[in-house]
């Protein structure tokens, strides 16, 4: 072989590079299952550019993916890549209560991380995402590129705190009814379940969903996972996650982050600005006409805010 032929061979080569987007993270649009301690975790990738992959940490704990689909219009640039954790959704469904740990679930996400081989990674949380994302990064900081924290339970005290600030902007009579069941444990009571609504209805999803995407989202919820380790509602924590509290150590977040929360969020904007302030550089913004579920309250500005953060955390790898 002569050197013409090498030269032609290489010209070959980054050009196959270029137009196939050099796929340097190695990652396809597929599905398929991770074994893990306990059974499978269930995950799904979009997209398959190179620029750097967006995994995603769904709420609950023992929600699921679903409801944070609309995150993979996000994969136009980048793989998107869901997934959902041990208990809930598409995975096995477990009893074992000591599998229901925060400890279990950041090894549940390594094992994850080592089965798609990811080297370099931004870590997306909604809800209870970042409280697991975080202890994440904080045990595996190596990995992770960028941290997004949407609406984050960060500590339990301050939820609740914020949990009771919004419940006494409820009716006299629906705050009796909260107080009342929740002094007697009567969480199954018509009535509660009534309050339970409404206070969802004003700080958790403030637009409806179709009927469809609200069965599917209970089809796969891990209700037995939300009780142990959180409790019977948003608003009333009994579980192992009562005293969980992190925000002593955001100091040590040393990547480029971002806080999101919603105008009428649980996760309320002034606690979540005061995590912001925690951790040096983060950048913080509130989510108008939208509760909780903010890429379902508004996604237009919830996506737009994510891929300019993705955007900048891109321009910074390739300085």
Known sequence: MNHKFFRLLLICLTLLCILDGCKKNGLTPHEGYVEVTGGKIWYRIYGEGNKTPMLVLHGGPGSSSYGLIPLNALSKDRPVI??????????????????????????????????????????????????????????????????????????????????????????????????????????????????????????????????????????????????????????????????????NRLKEVAVPTLLLTGEYDEARPGTVRYFQSQIPGAEFTVIKNSGHATIHDNPEQTLARLSEFLLKVDALESK
């Open 82 to 247: 869901f997934y959902d954790q041990l208990g809930c959704g598409r995975s096995t469904r477990i009893t074992d209560t000591t599998l229901m740990t925060i400890d279990h679930y950041v090894e549940e996400l390594e094992l994850l991380r080592k089965a798609l081989n990811l080297e370099d990674f931004c870590l997306y949380g909604q809800s209870w995402g970042p409280a697991l994302g975080v202890d994440y990064y904080l045990k595996y900081p190596k990995y992770v590129k960028a941290l997004i924290l949407s609406s984050p339970l960060l500590s339990t005290d301050l939820w609740i705190k914020d949990a009771d600030t919004l419940i006494a902007t409820l009716p006299d009579s629906t705050q009796v009814i909260i107080r009342e069941n929740e002094k007697n444990k009567t969480f199954d009571n018509d009535a509660y379940k009534n309050a339970v609504d409404l206070y969802y209805s004003k700080f958790l999803r403030r637009r409806e969903q179709p009927k469809e995407k609200e069965d599917s989202s209970s089809m796969f919820f891990g209700t037995n996972v939300y009780e142990y380790m959180w409790g019977p509602s948003e608003f009333t924590a009994t579980g192992t996650l009562l005293h969980y509290d992190r925000v």
